[in-house]
């Protein structure tokens, strides 16, 4: 029994001993407000990447390149947060919710947008349509024709 005790206790020694990864933060920290920007940044170029990749590719932006000028922060620092932060749920959670609060209020804006660029469109086009019917009607009146005539 000894020597099973002594095993078990020579195996725990062991296992306590290994490196444990511990979160260790960064030493350029970017602050929460600032790692919002960031992962907002990131979700827009997925967007981007998404729904107009042919173009994406044809400008030829690097995100990566972008994001780290864009922030003043080099690909390690951003790394090295997006590491950081993921070992602190709670925080992370608080920062992802104002990413989304952000993207909902940037989907509204171009919402409201469309609608209004649409219903100028559509009275650009009454318009349009009205002053063509008005032409048209000038040109086939006959009384029109007759005072041309007269003069």
Same mark, same amino acid.
């Given at each position: 029994?000894?020597?099973?005790f /002594?095993?078990i206790?020579?195996?725990?020694? +062991?296992?306590? !001993?290994?490196?444990v990864?511990?979160? +260790?933060?960064?030493?350029?920290? /970017?602050?929460?407000?600032?790692?919002?920007?960031?992962?907002?940044?990131?979700?827009?170029?997925?967007i981007?990447?998404?729904?107009?990749s042919?173009?994406?590719? *044809?400008?030829?932006i690097?995100? *990566?390149?972008?994001? !780290?000028?864009?922030?003043? =922060?080099?690909?390690?620092?951003?790394?090295? *947060? /997006?590491?950081?932060?993921?070992?602190?749920?709670?925080?992370?959670?608080?920062?992802?919710?104002?990413?989304?609060? @952000?993207?909902e209020? @940037?989907?509204?804006?171009?919402?409201?947008?469309?609608?209004?660029?649409?219903? +100028?469109?559509? @009275?650009?086009?009454? %318009?349009?349509?009205?002053?063509? =019917?008005? =032409?048209?009607?000038?040109?086939?009146?006959?009384?029109?024709?007759? *005072? %041309?005539?007269?003069?």
């Amino acid at each position: 029994m000894s020597k099973h005790f /002594l095993y078990i206790l020579l195996s725990v020694s +062991i296992l306590s !001993c290994q490196n444990v990864d511990k979160n +260790i933060a960064p030493d350029k920290i /970017l602050t929460k407000n600032q790692m919002a920007l960031v992962l907002m940044d990131i979700a827009q170029f997925k967007i981007i990447k998404t729904n107009y990749s042919k173009e994406f590719e *044809n400008i030829g932006i690097n995100s *990566n390149d972008y994001l !780290c000028a864009k922030h003043d =922060i080099d690909s390690t620092t951003l790394q090295e *947060n /997006l590491r950081y932060y993921s070992y602190e749920p709670n925080v992370l959670k608080e920062i992802y919710e104002k990413v989304y609060d @952000s993207l909902e209020k @940037s989907k509204t804006q171009i919402t409201d947008f469309i609608e209004k660029q649409s219903e +100028i469109q559509e @009275s650009e086009t009454e %318009k349009i349509d009205s002053i063509s =019917i008005k =032409i048209s009607q000038k040109k086939s009146s006959p009384s029109v024709l007759k *005072n %041309k005539t007269r003069n």
